[in-house]
Each structure stands twice: as C-alpha cells, then as structure tokens.
C-alpha cells in the first residue's frame, strides 16, 4: 500500500511518497518523518462527519441507531494535522477527542451505488473529531462550534491507497493509556455506503473528508495531554492539547456552559440521544398514518 504526505517543504505545501522513515518529494528532494512539518493529506471543500456508527458508541448512549446515518458539518477553518496542537479556549473544559477513520475522495462523486463507491475513494486516513462541549446547550442541533471550532478536525499523517477497512482496529490513546479499542467490523455502516449515501444529494470533489464514527469512551481531555488515535494500517496521528492564547469573548453570543446536557454528554451520559430511544419507525414514519 501507498502512503502520500503533503509536508511543508522550503514554504510550499509537497505531496511526498514514504519509505521507510524517509519521505521522498516528486523532484527527490527527501526529508526524514522526523523533521517533516506535517499539512492535512488533503485540501477538502468540505468536512462531513456522522453521529453514530460503532456498536459499542450506541450501547454506551443506551439508544438505537436510526434507520439511516446522520450526519453534521465541520467547517474548513477547523482542519488541523497531525502534531498540530488541538486548542482549547480559556473559559472551556469539556473538550473530548474522537478517534475515527477519515474517507479521502479521489474523484467527483454524485448519485452512486455503495458498489460503485470504492472507484471514487482515493484513500483513507485517521482522524481525530474533537468537541467542545461547552457549547452544546446552544449548538446542538448543527453542532457548529462544538465540533467546528478551529483546530478540531486534525487529520493524517498520511494517505493510504488501495486499505480494505474491513475488520480494522482502532484505537485511541491518552497519555500512553488506551481509552478507546473497537474494530470496523462493529461499524454498522461501512465506508462505501457512507460515500453513497451523502453523494444521493451532495457532490463530493477530490479531497473531501468524511469522518466515518467514533467507538465508545470518549472522554475530556486537559491542556497538556498527548491524544494518539492508532488505526491499523494506516498508521498513528498524534496531537497535543493547548490552552487558547485568549478567552471566549463575553460581549457577544452565547457563553459555554456547564449544564446536566453538557456533562452527561462529555462524560459518556445518554442525555445526548435520550429523546431518540424508540424503535427506527418511529424516529422515521414511513406512511401518512404513522405520521400521524
């Protein structure tokens, strides 16, 4: 399997090819991993992430999954990369990591099936969809800043060509210590249907990311804390958590919070989905009557 890395190289962002610890630039110019000052493996137009996938995640909220995949959107300004410093601002503190699988498109995409998705992948890489959860009580619904602030979409080291996700583990790391373990075959939803099921309505380009899910455990992490997210295959992304160089203004808009929604939620509380917990026909009536 191929693995690319775009890298700052002498001021310009240089899609480089990997062997071994060295990474070799189109004019073979080659710069050690070590060294490397690391950009996302991709230029996307947009960043799109699904709420629940992974089994484990759905016990963890004691709720059922949806009929269908749902989805939220993470604005371009949020995209980090790997060892790039995951910022939390001053007045914030339930900032969680969610160590995920990130899809890369390779070609325009629009109205295909799951089995034709495959051909518009240009590969997979690992992701890490941070949330800010001081801002749930008033963003819930479109999840912009808790999960579109910047800095929380980190994503890398590489891109990997030609990896089968089937049956993957996935893990996350704080500190050295594993805080999240699961494998893709607990994915209700694997990655082909994802990009199938967004491309009905929405065109994806070449270099569009979609976060496929999170397992369960995700948890807040502190300034200071190192968060590794392992996916085997495609390699570790690792970043570090930072206290904002400023506070959240207090003149303007809704300030965080520290509501019962704002723990449950960060600490790994059902109160996120507790209005959902019926069976995928109610949630999605399919005739008049139901409805009704």
């Known amino acids: 399997m191929a693995e690319y890395r775009r890298i700052l190289l002498d001021g310009f962002a240089v899609q480089t090819i990997r062997h071994g610890e060295t990474l070799v630039a189109p004019d073979g110019r080659e710069v050690a991993i070590a060294d490397a000052i690391h950009l996302p493996p991709s230029e996307p137009t947009k960043i799109i992430a699904v709420h629940l996938n992974y089994d484990s995640r759905t016990k963890e909220f004691m709720t059922k999954l949806p009929a269908a995949p749902t989805y939220f959107h993470k604005p371009i300004t949020a995209l980090n990369s790997h060892l790039g410093s995951i910022v939390r601002p001053q007045g914030c503190k339930w900032l969680n990591y969610e160590g995920e699988i990130v899809i890369v498109i390779g070609k325009t995409c629009r109205n295909i099936s799951p089995a034709e998705a495959g051909d518009y992948i240009a590969g997979y890489t690992i992701g890490n969809d941070y949330g800010l959860h001081d801002f749930r009580d008033t963003d819930a619904g479109s999840m912009l800043r808790v ?146």
């Open 147 to 292: 999960k579109g602030s910047d800095t929380l979409a980190p994503v890398g080291p590489g891109l990997i060509k030609d990896w089968d996700f089937r049956g993957k583990q996935i893990r996350t790391l704080v500190n050295g210590v594993v805080k999240q373990d699961d494998n893709t075959s607990n994915m209700e939803w694997d990655m082909h249907y994802l990009v199938a099921d967004i491309a009905r309505t929405i065109t994806l380009v070449p270099g569009d990311i979609l976060f496929s899910g999170t397992p369960a455990n995700s948890r807040p992490v502190e300034p200071g804390d190192v968060v590794e997210v392992e996916v085997e295959g495609l390699g570790k992304l690792t970043n570090t958590i930072v206290t904002g160089p400023t506070a959240i203004r207090t003149d303007v808009g809704a300030q965080p919070t520290e509501s019962e929604e704002v723990v449950s939620t960060a600490m790994g509380g059902d109160w996120e989905f507790r209005g959902i917990r019926t069976p995928s026909k109610d949630l999605y009536p399919s005739t008049v009557e139901e409805k009704k």
